[in-house]
């Protein structure tokens, strides 16, 4: 069956421009993860869903950063005002059990350049 | 704080050879603990996972891992490594309760030479 998508698959944008990047999660999960991954370093947790919920997003940098749920299915992940420093891959995961450790399911990312 | 230390950033091994990539943890009780691979343009894949029992764990594509409650040590090993093998690797611990959110080494980068 489809894996976890991501789209898009790259974005460049402009210091102090507006990013959305969006996660198709693998159909039936509840569990839904967002990572970043910088050059050279394991990926970091930015927010865990629960269903439409947010049940953890203490890895989320500051308040530029923002991530959404709606249906309990798509999530998008939204960066207001995008600064150099948050050039990276922006990885999605997946799980079909919420707080539980299954195993995630990994999306390719989306690598997203700040100019 | 919870924490995972890889303290290998590169490795090369032979073709054929055997492979033994470390990672430590810190963390107050026994986490969950997991190896992950990630291929070029790839997404991550889990290769094995511990929660509890057995020490030894067995994974995909023949690799296995021990772990060490007393060296606080989860390394990963294959007897005899294939040139596809070579990829970055990345240890990752994952608290009780909080959700299933992951805590991921620095990575291993592992080439392999003919």
């Known amino acids: 069956g489809a894996g976890v998508s991501q789209t898009p698959s790259n974005k460049v944008t402009e210091k102090g421009k507006y990013v959305e990047l969006r996660c198709d999660p693998i159909s039936g999960h509840t569990a839904l993860y967002w990572y970043r991954q910088s050059l050279g370093q394991g990926p970091e947790f930015l927010i865990y869903?629960?269903?439409?919920?947010?049940?953890?997003d203490s890895g989320l940098p500051n308040d530029r950063f923002f991530a959404v749920r709606p249906e309990g299915s798509v999530s998008t992940l939204k960066i207001q005002r995008t600064e150099r420093g948050d050039s990276a891959v922006y990885l999605c995961?997946?799980?079909?059990?919420?707080?539980?450790?299954?195993?995630?399911?990994f999306g390719p990312g989306t690598r997203l350049t700040v100019l | 704080a919870q924490s995972v230390t890889q303290p290998d950033i590169h490795i090369t091994v032979s073709e054929g050879a055997s492979l033994e990539l470390r990672c430590n943890y810190s963390?107050?009780?026994?986490?969950?603990l997991f190896w992950y691979v990630q291929s070029p343009g790839q997404g991550l894949q889990l290769l094995l996972k511990?929660?509890?029992?057995?020490?030894l764990v067995q994974g995909i594509k023949g690799f296995e891992a021990e772990f060490k409650r007393s060296q606080s040590s989860f390394n990963l090993r294959k007897p005899s490594v294939h040139w596809s093998d070579a990829a970055e690797y990345f240890c990752?611990?994952?608290?009780?309760?909080?959700?299933?959110?992951?805590?991921f080494g620095q990575g291993t980068e592992l080439s392999v030479k003919p």
């Open positions: 990752a611990v994952g608290p009780y309760n909080q959700g299933g959110k992951l805590i």
């Open positions: 511990y929660f509890s029992g057995d020490t």
């Open positions: 869903f629960q269903g439409t919920g947010a049940a953890d």
């Open positions: 963390y107050g009780a026994t986490p969950y």
């Open positions: 995961a997946s799980s079909p059990n919420p707080g539980g450790y299954n195993e995630q399911f």
